[in-house]
């Protein structure tokens, strides 16, 4: 009995240490955090992040709007001048939810960053998140494009230096090769030569072989100098599956920390969710005009604000939804789904449907002639070029009413949503490739003829970085016509009129005199007028000139004339081929005068 009682206990004993050892094996795999919840939590904790920021920054956004805080407030500065402080108190609390959050799901037993039971970034996706340049002189680097991948010289007197070169020809006078001696005397006395008469007064001597099968052999010319190599050309960026640990610096945003670490992974997701919150955030505040004493137009512009926030929290969250339980189900490239999309295509009405109601005049609908125009809004002239990835085509278009603007805001929420889904959730992460437009990145890229940085119209460079060029093959004339609305005096106007350049041009550009002698005020128009062509798009500002000032006639027979050039063999364009808005209207005494509308009224050969 004694014994069989022994034999029971020590058999509990074994089963307690077996227990005892499997709770530490199960402590052991809590500690090293489960990758599939630590996924989701990165995704969860961006999501609100996002949606914490947007809401904290429209609610400030909207008291600027409504005249409660100065227009001059930068709702979330921490320095001079000061921001909101109720703002920047909201922000540092969402900020610190966020960060506790991802250290809880993948910091391991002590749910924080460090302490080496972190769960590793190549087990949740977050390793070699970005393409990297293959040789070359940034090699290893990160890339978006092949341009970004230059060469090095290879032999000459900068062998192994990396210089701006994309194939040997482009790197004349960057990679000394050849035949090449010194200037034996004068004054370019030991410079480097190639022949007599880089050296002013004196002869090209001592020359050798720099590089080539005959390196450091005497020569004559370069022909005597065979095999050289100027330009070690990158293989191109990811080339041979070259990544490096960055986090993607999505739309050049310097969202671009290495990644070595969770805390690094946090850095990443607070940059990127707040470069794209506050890119939405200011599409649907920044431009909007100051408090007026126009109730109808301050209702729209508060809707404007409210129903994108709205977009924008209900887009991300649908993602969020279907990625959460695609990371759970190990398909994560099936997002979004039918249900998402549901979720997603409801919310956009939404947004269209509530921007409309506010800003739709009697009837509550987009059309009819009675909507709050773009001047009074403060909308901008065209909508970024930003193209989400997908089906869906670039956001880039003119903006010449509120439904255009509602459909701007429409698309740049869906392109920014699929960014930040891109980055939070480094399973199911489209190329940079996809999120980097070229356009606006500084650089003349393949396809562009101009880049300054942005991607909007109105200034030296069009919103698609593309001027057509023209070859002068004949002439056409055409008018512009302005209508005000319920016969309301207009004596001054700047107006802004998008031409098909590849069809049409005007001579010279800016306000040169070809431009001017190619204006004709229509008679009865007793006005001066400044132009500025933009090579793509001409800016008019019409003042009259009476005094007491007559009001400038809108309608037949028009504002002014046109003479353009025809351009190759394009056809003769119609009227609905030009874009056409009425920047600012003012009546006598400056009083700004809005909804005022422009158009092509007439072109003929």
């Known amino acids: 009995m004694y014994h069989s009682m022994l034999r029971t206990r020590k058999a509990l004993v074994v089963v307690a240490a077996l227990m005892a050892a499997n709770l530490v094996t199960a402590r052991a795999a809590m500690a090293a955090s489960d990758p599939v919840k630590c996924q989701q939590s990165i995704l969860a904790a961006a999501q609100k992040y996002e949606d914490a920021r947007a809401k904290t920054l429209a609610k400030c956004e909207e008291a600027k709007v409504k005249g409660k805080l100065a227009v001059t407030t930068v709702c979330d500065a921490t320095v001079a001048p000061p921001g909101d402080q109720k703002t920047i108190d909201k922000i540092a ?43 070359g002189e940034r090699d290893g680097l990160s890339c978006q494009t092949g341009a970004d991948c230059p060469g090095k010289c290879l ?20 990679c000394p090769s050849g ?21 002013p007064g004196s002869t090209c001597g001592s020359k050798v072989c720099l590089g080539g099968t005959n390196d450091g052999n005497a020569c004559t010319t370069s022909g005597d100098c065979p095999g050289n190599n100027y330009c ?65 137009l301050e209702k729209c512009k508060q809707a404007i604000g409210k129903n994108g926030m709205k977009f924008l929290s209900a887009h991300r969250k649908a993602l969020a939804g279907c990625q959460k339980n695609a990371l759970k189900d190990g398909a994560p490239n099936s997002c979004p789904d039918t249900k998402a999309t549901g979720k997603i295509d409801k919310a956009r009405t939404k947004l269209l449907d509530g921007i409309a109601k506010a800003c739709g005049g009697d009837d509550k ?44 805001g429409a698309c740049l929420v869906d392109y920014k949503a699929i960014v930040l889904d891109a980055v939070a959730v480094a399973a199911d992460d489209p190329t940079p490739g996809e999120l980097n437009a070229l356009c606006g990145n500084g650089k003349i890229d393949a396809g562009e003829t101009c880049d300054d940085g942005n991607v909007v119209d109105g200034d030296a460079c069009p919103g698609d970085c593309s001027i057509e060029s023209c070859s002068v093959t004949g002439s056409a004339t055409a008018t512009v016509s302005f209508t005000v609305p319920g016969g309301m005096d ?21 306000s040169q005199a070809a431009v001017q002698n190619a204006i004709t005020l229509i008679p009865g128009n007793n006005a001066t007028f400044t132009p500025n062509d933009l090579n793509y798009a001409l800016r008019n500002v019409i003042v009259d000139n009476d005094v007491p000032p007559t009001p400038l006639p809108p309608g037949a027979p028009g504002l002014f004339d046109i003479a353009l050039q025809r351009c190759g063999a394009a056809p003769l364009p119609v009227p609905g081929d030009f874009n056409c808005r009425v920047e600012s209207a003012s009546a006598a005494g400056g009083v700004s005068v809005f909804s005022a509308t422009c158009s092509v009224t007439a072109v003929t050969p």
């Open 490 to 510: 207009v004596t001054a106007l700047s107006i802004y009129l998008d031409y098909p350049e590849a069809a049409v041009a005007i001579p010279g550009s800016g």
């Open 179 to 199: 035949c090449v001696g010194t200037c034996v005397s004068g004054g370019n006395a030991g410079n480097d030569c190639t022949t007599d008469s880089d050296c």
């Open 365 to 408: 609908a987009f059309g009819g002639g009675d909507d709050i125009a773009p001047d009074a809004i403060g909308a901008p002239l065209s909508c970024p070029n930003v193209d989400p990835p997908g089906a869906t085509p670039s956001c880039y278009d003119f903006i010449a009413t509120v439904q255009d603007l509602a459909n701007c």
């Open 155 to 174: 032999d000459g007197t900068r062998e192994g230096q990396g210089v701006n070169c994309t194939s040997e020809a482009s790197t004349t006078g960057l």
């Open 93 to 135: 609390k969402a900020d610190l939810k966020r960060a506790g959050a991802l250290a809880k799901a993948c910091g391991g037993d002590d749910k924080a960053f460090g302490g080496g039971d972190d769960l590793a970034l190549s087990a949740i996706g977050w390793a070699g998140r970005v393409p990297a340049c293959d040789e």
């Open 232 to 296: 070690d050309i990158s293989n191109g960026c990811g080339a041979y599956g070259r990544v490096a640990d960055e986090c993607p610096d999505i739309e050049k945003s310097g969202c671009n920390n290495a990644l070595a670490t969770l805390a690094d992974i946090d850095t990443c997701v607070k940059c990127v969710s707040e470069t794209g919150v506050d890119q939405v955030v200011d599409n649907f505040y920044a431009s909007l005009s100051p408090l007026s004493t126009d109730k109808a």
